[in-house]
C-alpha cells in the first residue's frame, strides 16, 4: 500500500515471514519492485535482507506470505525453476566454479536457456553445435561489455577479486534475467574496483532494462544509483521510498544511521 | 615445535615413498637377476590388466564424487549387487546370458535411481559425513540382503570367452582381462570427454562445486544426481561381469571395492587420467610384489602393499597425483 499507483512491479513481496528455529529472520515484509528500476535493500547486519533475497530466489520457502514475479505466484518453487522464469542472482561471497575458466563460467550461466536434452547432448555436431555457437556469441557479448576479453580462458580462482566479481555478474546476466538479485556486489571491494562496477550496474539498467535488486552497505553508493530504497531492521521493514524520502526518515536515522545524524 | 614436526613428517613420508619405489623397483631388479626377466615382464603386463580392471571400478566411485560431491563406501556392494542379480537370472530362471545381462542393466538403473531418490536427495546439503555415514550403511545394508534374496551359494557367470590366454610373442594373455581392460579405459576415456567437452558434463562438475550455485544458474540438480547414480549402477554392473567371471559371484566379490581406495587415493578422488593411472600403479604394485615377494615372506603381502603405497600418498600428496588440491581430509 505504500507503493505509488501507476507503477508497473515486477516482483511483489507481500507479508512475508521466515524463521529460524527461535529466530525472526523477517516478519511481514512487503516490497514492490518497480520494472526496468534499481531497488536497493538496506539495513544493519542481522536485519534479514540476505534471507530476503534467499526467499526471492526459492533457496528458502516462506512460513508466510506470497511472492509474485510477473503477476504469478512463485511460492514454493525450486530455485532453478525460478531461475528459469528469470531472476537471476549473485552470492555475497564468491561462487565461482572451480577449476572452470571465465568462459565457462560464464556459459553455465546460459544453461537456463539451452534446450537440447542429456542424450543429444553427447552429440557434439549438429543441432547442439549450432546452438553451442549461438550461446558463444552472446557470451562474447557480455564479455566486451564487462571487458573481460583478455581474460577468456583464465582459472577464476587466479584473478582479482574485482574481476571474480565481474565474472560473476556475468554469469548471472548470461541467463539474460529479467530480474538480477545482487547480493552485495561491491563488498570487500577497493574505490577503484567499486566504481566499476557501479557502472556496470547503472549500465545493465539503462541499456538492457533489466530490474536490479541489490543487498548494499555502501550508503554513498545506495543513495546515488538507487531509484527505490527499502530499509529492514531486525526482520521488518522500517521504510520504503526513493533515497531522498528515506534519508528523511525518521525511523531509519533512530534506526540505521543512527550515529552520523 | 610444531612446524618442526610438520616438516619432519612431511620429510618422512617422502622417504617412505621413495624405499617404496626402491622397493618396487628391486622386485622387478632381483626379479629379472634371479628368474628371467619375462617373468618380470608377464607379471607387469598381467599387473596393468589387472590394474585396469581395478579402475573399471573404481570410475563409478569418481563419478558420484565428481557430480554430487559425495563419497560412496558402497561401491563394491554395487558391483556385487549386480553381478549376483545377473548370476541369479543364469541360475535360477535359466535366462540366456544376453537377457540377464539386459535384467541385470535394468536392474542397476532402477537401483540408482531409488538409491537417489530415497536415500541420497533427502541427504542434499548435508554434511559430508553424515553422507558417508549413509553409504556404509547401505554397503552393509547390500552385503546382506543380496544372499538374502538371491541366497548364499557361491555362483558364477560364465561369459563366452576362452579361459586359455592368448599367446601373444612372449606373452601370455588372459582374454577376460584383456576384455575387461578395453572396456575399461573405452569407459574411462568417455566420461573423460563427458566432463571436460560436453554441456552436461562440465554443468556436473558445476553440480558437484557447488549446489547452491548450480541451482541458481537454473540447474536441475536432482536430475544431475539421478543422473550420476544411475551411472554408477551400470558402470557397476560392467564391474560385475568382469570380476565375477573371473572371481566367481558371491559377497566375496564387494571386497574388490575396497581396492578402490587406494587407486582414487593414488590418482586424485575427481580425476578420470588419475583412476588409470592409480588402477595401474595398484595392479603393478599387487603383480610385482605377488610375485618377487611373497615367495620369500609366505605370501599375503600382495594384498597389503597397495594400502601402504595409499597411506604414504596420503601423508604427501592428499588430494592424489591428479586431484585438485581443494579436498577437504576426512
Same mark, same amino acid.
Given at each position: 500500500m505504500a507503493e505509488p499507483n501507476g507503477h508497473d512491479s515486477i516482483l511483489s513481496v507481500r507479508g512475508v515471514s521466515k524463521n529460524f528455529g527461535g529466530v525472526r %529472520?523477517?516478519?511481514?515484509v512487503s516490497i514492490e519492485v518497480p520494472r526496468g528500476k534499481i531497488f536497493a535493500i538496506i539495513g544493519p547486519n542481522g536485519a534479514g535482507k540476505t534471507s530476503l533475497l534467499n526467499m526471492i530466489s526459492g533457496f528458502y520457502v516462506p512460513d508466510a506470505g506470497e511472492i509474485a514475479f510477473e503477476g504469478k505466484s512463485i511460492n514454493g518453487l525450486k530455485p532453478n525453476e525460478i531461475a528459469e522464469h528469470g531472476i537471476g542472482r549473485t552470492f555475497q561471497n564468491i561462487a565461482l566454479f572451480r577449476g572452470m575458466n571465465v568462459l565457462q563460467n560464464m556459459m553455465l550461466g546460459r544453461h537456463v536457456l539451452m534446450k537440447t536434452g542429456v542424450l543429444s547432448s553427447?552429440?557434439?555436431?549438429?543441432k547442439t553445435q549450432r546452438e553451442e555457437v549461438a550461446h558463444r556469441e552472446k557470451v562474447e557479448e557480455l564479455i566486451d561489455f564487462l571487458r573481460l576479453n583478455d581474460l577468456?580462458? %583464465?582459472?577464476?580462482?587466479?584473478? %582479482?577479486y574485482g574481476l571474480q566479481k565481474r565474472v560473476e555478474l556475468g554469469r548471472a546476466l548470461a541467463a539474460e534475467p529479467e530480474l538480477l538479485l545482487l547480493d552485495e556486489p561491491m563488498a570487500g571491494m577497493n574505490q577503484e574496483e567499486k566504481e566499476d562496477m557501479v557502472r556496470y550496474v547503472l549500465d545493465i539498467a539503462e541499456q538492457r532494462g533489466t530490474t536490479i535488486v541489490l543487498i548494499e552497505h555502501d550508503m554513498g553508493v545506495v543513495m546515488d544509483i538507487s531509484d527505490r530504497i527499502a530499509v529492514l531492521d531486525q526482520g521488518e521493514k522500517i521504510a520504503d521510498g526513493t533515497p531522498d524520502e528515506v534519508r528523511a526518515n525518521p525511523r531509519v536515522i533512530e534506526a540505521y544511521l543512527g550515529a552520523d545524524h | 615445535m610444531q612446524p618442526i614436526l610438520k616438516f619432519l613428517s612431511a620429510k618422512f613420508a617422502w622417504i617412505l615413498l621413495a624405499a617404496f619405489i626402491a622397493f618396487i623397483v628391486a622386485e622387478g631388479g632381483v626379479g629379472v637377476l634371479i628368474k628371467d626377466w619375462r617373468f618380470a615382464v608377464e607379471l607387469a603386463v598381467d599387473g596393468v590388466l589387472t590394474g585396469l580392471m581395478y579402475s573399471l571400478i573404481a570410475v563409478g566411485f569418481v563419478l558420484i564424487y565428481k557430480s554430487t560431491d559425495a563419497i560412496n563406501f558402497a561401491q563394491g556392494e554395487f558391483v556385487m549387487i549386480a553381478a549376483i542379480v545377473v548370476a541369479g537370472c543364469l541360475d535360477?530362471?535359466?535366462?540366456p546370458l544376453w537377457l540377464s545381462i539386459l535384467v541385470g542393466f535394468g536392474f542397476m538403473v532402477v537401483f540408482g535411481m531409488t538409491l537417489e531418490r530415497f536415500v541420497l536427495r533427502p541427504m542434499i546439503g548435508m554434511n559430508i559425513v553424515a553422507i558417508i555415514m549413509a553409504t556404509i550403511g547401505l554397503a552393509f545394508f547390500l552385503r546382506g540382503a543380496g544372499p538374502l534374496i538371491f541366497g548364499a551359494a557361491p555362483s558364477t557367470i560364465n561369459l563366452p570367452i576362452p579361459d586359455s590366454p592368448i599367446v601373444w610373442g612372449l606373452l601370455y594373455l588372459t582374454p577376460i582381462k584383456l576384455l575387461g581392460a578395453a572396456v575399461s579405459i573405452l569407459f574411462l576415456a568417455g566420461f573423460g570427454w563427458f566432463f571436460l567437452k560436453t554441456r552436461k558434463g562440465v554443468a556436473m562438475r558445476a553440480v558437484a562445486d557447488s549446489h547452491q550455485v548450480s541451482m541458481a544458474m537454473g540447474i536441475n540438480v536432482e536430475r544431475y544426481f539421478a543422473v550420476a547414480w544411475v551411472t554408477a549402477g551400470v558402470v557397476a554392473l560392467l564391474g560385475g561381469l568382469a570380476w565375477g567371471n573371473m572371481?566367481? $559371484?558371491?559377497?566375496?566379490?564387494?571386497? $574388490?571395492?575396497?581396492?578402490v581406495f587406494p587407486v582414487v587415493i593414488l590418482g586424485g578422488l575427481d580425476s578420470i587420467i588419475g583412476v588409470i593411472v592409480g588402477g595401474i600403479v595398484v595392479g603393478l604394485v599387487e603383480a610385482l610384489t605377488a610375485g618377487f615377494v611373497d615367495p620369500y615372506v609366505g605370501g599375503g603381502m600382495k594384498d597389503f602393499a597397495p594400502y601402504v603405497l595409499m597411506v604414504i600418498m596420503l601423508m604427501i600428496?592428499?588430494?592424489?597425483?591428479?586431484?585438485?588440491?581443494l579436498i577437504e581430509r576426512i
Open positions: %529472520a523477517n516478519n511481514d553427447f552429440v557434439y555436431w549438429g577468456r580462458k %583464465a582459472p577464476t580462482g587466479e584473478l %582479482a | 535360477w530362471f535359466g535366462l572371481i566367481g $559371484v558371491d559377497t566375496q566379490l564387494a571386497l $574388490v571395492g575396497l581396492k600428496r592428499p588430494y592424489g597425483i591428479f586431484g585438485r588440491r
